[in-house]
């Protein structure tokens, strides 16, 4: 087996695990939106009982309904710092997998450079003996005409 062909089979691998971090890489991005939409519904929601709240107290508001909307704002701030932490722990991963992309980007483009490389070196190699052989037939050729 010719070591193209074998340099060729490498190439081959490190192209699908660039794919597969890349079909990663596109799923931690979907994650990361999916995780970022949720902690501005969670902080558009803040907003709105916030505006509501606000209404509420102009109006009058009695002591146990006030309560009810601090226990609620707590365990929303609760909820939005605790969505904040998952959206961080996304973007790590996020960058994470671009790096690992990257990686294997980098190191499948560099086996097939060097496949191509292989081959066009055994092409010349192996033109190089057709040459060799043209030549020596035609030397043979010659010398066996003079001799007659």
């Known amino acids: 087996m ?3 062909n074998r340099m060729q089979k490498l190439a081959r691998l490190a ?3 660039e794919r597969l971090a890349g079909y990663e890489l596109r799923r931690l991005k979907r994650a990361l939106t999916e995780q ?3 902690l501005t519904q969670l902080n558009d929601y803040r907003k709105e009982y916030s505006d509501q709240l606000k209404r509420v107290v102009t109006e009058g508001v009695d002591v146990t309904a ?3 909307f601090h226990l609620f704002f707590r365990g929303l701030n609760d909820a939005i710092d605790q969505q904040g932490s998952t959206v ?3 973007n790590d991963h996020l960058r994470s997998g671009e790096a690992r992309w990257r990686q294997e980007y980098r ?3 560099s086996l097939d450079n060097a496949f191509t490389k292989m081959q066009k070196d055994e092409q010349a190699a192996a033109e190089k003996i057709v040459d060799t052989r043209s030549e020596d037939l ?4 010659k010398i ?3 001799s007659r």
Request: charged share 50%; net charge positive; hydrophobic share 10%.
């Open 107 to 109: 190191k499948a483009n």
């Open 138 to 141: 035609v030397t043979s050729r």
């Open 15 to 17: 192209r699908s695990k």
């Open 36 to 38: 970022d939409e949720q």
């Open 66 to 68: 006030l309560r009810n």
């Open 88 to 90: 961080e722990n996304h």
């Open 144 to 146: 066996t005409d003079r």
């Open 2 to 4: 010719k070591r193209s």
